[in-house]
């Protein structure tokens, strides 16, 4: 393997670690802070100073910019499949840290995730075109 | 009320994934992740309409699924 390619794909996988466990924490934190009950406008605003939804909110910006520095280089087809892997993640936390009931259904749907995670990262590459042919596209496209 | 919420959600959200995607592609590959060069980046992408609008899109997303938190599981 080149080792510009190597040093891709390097990235790309701590880059996308860093997306996935963020949403996945970030989503926890917020759910998990959420009262059942807000009936104002007010409440909307007051419940973001929740220690547990400050931080999932905190979460889900490290979220937005680490995927956006992903998307920097690789393609918005790969990016959002192997992200994907964090509804996964998601699914689990909920049944382990807030005891939700997943019914059968929804394993199978997890599965199916899992399958199409395997199916695009499995042998292919992060980036089809390279940065500067993106950016001209781009860029082509705008004008 | 339910499936309106969703529908909201998909439809920011789509948009916000799109119009990021291609904010990100016009700038170019992030090399440098030292705090002072991502600050460059930062104030680079702010100007960039497709990437303020992508955010503002996710925004639009975010409220619907804060509501949705508070459903039963």
Known sequence: ?143 | MKWLLIGIIVAATTAGEVLQAKGMRQHGEIHDFRPGALGRVLSVLARNWLVTASVAAMAVSFSPISDCSRWPS
């Open chain 1, 1 to 143: 393997m080149p080792p510009e390619t190597a040093r891709l794909r390097w990235k790309t996988w701590a880059c996308a670690a860093v997306v996935v466990f963020s949403n996945v924490f970030g989503n926890f934190f917020l759910k998990s802070g959420m009262p059942a009950q807000l009936d104002t406008a007010l409440d909307y605003i007051t419940v973001l100073f929740r220690p547990t939804v400050s931080l999932g909110v905190l979460l889900l910006i490290l979220w937005l910019a680490s995927r956006m520095a992903l998307l920097s280089w690789a393609d918005l087809s790969y990016v959002l499949p192997v992200t994907s892997i964090g509804y996964v993640l998601v699914a689990i936390a909920g049944r382990v840290l807030l005891h939700e009931q997943i019914t059968p259904r929804r394993w199978t749907g997890i599965a199916l995730i899992m399958a199409g995670v395997a199916l695009v990262t499995g042998g292919t590459s992060p980036q089809t075109t390279t940065t500067q042919e993106q950016a001209e596209a781009a860029s082509g496209a705008q004008r």
